[in-house]
């Protein structure tokens, strides 16, 4: 998963956290980068991105750690108070939605769930600039 071999494993890597913290920050940055003012668009690009990476985010759960993907976001949130109480109700959104939607088997087309996901969210405030 790591995507190194092991004498590279444990020459970066203290420990397993470690490497899912790594992967989940790509994603995060993945994300970040595709997000606009448009929130289908937005659902969209988050399930396709999450889609992509589906083999990853899915070893993350089945292990226990799933946790991690909301902290690694957290962590990543800007430190202004409005903003940062904003993005903290989508990204607990964020989080139910995929965490949900990959321990059921992905059910639904990505498309489907961005318009639940839209559907739920479209009267939420974005992140104020």
Known sequence: MAGVSR???YRNYKSIEDVLEDKIKELALEI???ISTDIYNNWLAV???VDKNRED???IIREGYQHKIYDVF???LPEEKENR?????????????????IKE???KKAEEMARLAY?????????SV
């Open 7 to 9: 004498t590279a494993f």
């Open 32 to 34: 970040a980068g595709i």
């Open 47 to 49: 399930f396709k991105t």
């Open 57 to 59: 985010l899915e070893s």
């Open 74 to 76: 957290m962590s990543m």
């Open 85 to 101: 109480n904003i993005q903290t109700i989508w990204l607990s959104l964020f989080y139910t939605f995929i965490v949900k939607w």
């Open 105 to 107: 088997g992905k059910p």
């Open 119 to 127: 559907i739920y969210t479209k009267d939420l405030p974005l992140v």
